[in-house]
Every structure is written in C-alpha cells, then in structure tokens.
C-alpha cells in the first residue's frame, strides 16, 4: 500500500511563481493526496491563486510567522491525527517540483525505512 501524501503549500507574497509551482504540483506522476494552501499574509493575489486551485483545506497565516510556524498553523489546522504510513510534503510558492519529484522522493524512502525525514536537491530554474 502506498503512503498517503500531505502536500502542504505554504505562500507569502508568491503570486509572481505559484502558477507553475501549482501546475508542477498537478503535472506530478504521483500526486499528494491532499494539498493544504497556506497563505500566510500575503499582500498580492496569492491567497486568491491558492484559493482557486481546489486545495482540501485553504489555511490562513499571520505574516509574522516563519515557513515552519505557517506549517505547524496549517497542520493544527487543517490535518486529522497522522498515521504510520503518512508524508508531509513542504512546498514554498517558488518551488516547482519536478514531473517526478514526489514519485522519487517516496521511492527514496520506501527502501529507507528508517527514514524520517527526506528532501530533493534544489536548483534553480534557469
């Protein structure tokens, strides 16, 4: 069985990249689950962008709050008490994953099961 995968968006004045980090996200060979936007008090059009791209649950932040209190706020939030066999998958508004990002991440942790916490290598677009 297949873990389930938590995508957790968190925006904060994001608009100019979060169309194609939203459409890296529905481009993926397996896709999260659930995807949780978080607009965390962006002053631009992203709580409307994320809004509008259908997630599970649109979470609002204060922008006083870092990206890994922004995450917390959205998993107090939004999310029922995780299982074993559960991966939170952390996104910024600028980073579009590869079409296979998500497919190689868990792949990478299915043969580690000791893993606890994994991440891609990250570049720039250009």
Do not use: C
């Amino acid at each position: 069985m297949q873990p389930r995968v938590i995508a957790i968006l968190v925006a904060r004045n994001g608009a100019a990249y979060l169309g194609r980090t939203l459409a890296a996200l529905n481009s993926q060979s397996r896709r999260p689950d659930t995807l949780v936007a978080v607009d965390a008090g962006s002053k631009d059009d992203s709580g409307a962008l994320l809004a509008a791209s259908g997630p599970a649950q649109f979470v609002t932040a204060s922008a006083k709050l870092s990206f890994g209190s922004a995450v917390a706020h959205a998993v107090h939030v939004a999310l029922d008490a995780g299982t074993d066999d559960e991966w939170l998958w952390l996104l910024t508004a600028d980073s579009a994953p590869d079409r296979d990002a998500l497919a190689r991440l868990l792949g990478a942790v299915e043969i580690a099961p000791s893993v606890a916490v994994a991440g891609p290598k990250l570049m720039r677009s250009d």
